[in-house]
């Protein structure tokens, strides 16, 4: 379907089009794992994130085009956001992970009363 966050309507009827979203977000992570590494190290980490997102988009939009040109499987934008979104949580692994350590940390020194 070609009407962005149409899974969600869908997902009161079946449920099990949220698994559908979760994997094709895992699909795409190990891409936006490695490329950033073939990248030239001088490059700054922001270059290297915005070049593997459009890479990671540019391969799913390949990928729903031929399933929307040739009739196989289902074409759907809701695949493209999805599989951007787990090249950008790849990317950006090492970012995601120090922002939920310094919001754990927040969150134990505000339950420990300091």
């Not at 149409?6 to 794992?33: C, D, H, W």
């Not at 196989?72 to 950008?88: P, Y």
Request: proline share 4%; charged share 15%.
């Amino acid at each position: 379907m070609l009407v962005p966050f149409a899974f969600m309507e869908e997902a009161k009827r079946q449920p099990e089009v949220y698994r559908s979203v979760v994997m094709n977000i895992l699909l795409f992570v190990p891409l936006g794992l490695t490329f950033p590494e073939l990248l030239p190290q001088k490059w700054n980490n922001g270059i290297k994130i915005c070049i593997t997102c459009v890479l990671g988009l540019l391969v799913s939009l390949t990928i729903e085009f031929v399933q929307y040109y040739y009739g196989i499987g289902r074409a759907e934008v809701d695949d493209l956001l999805s599989n951007t979104l787990g090249t950008f949580i790849g990317a950006t692994h090492i970012w995601i992970a120090v922002l939920i350590s310094m919001l754990l940390e927040k969150s134990n020194h505000t339950s420990r009363g300091t």
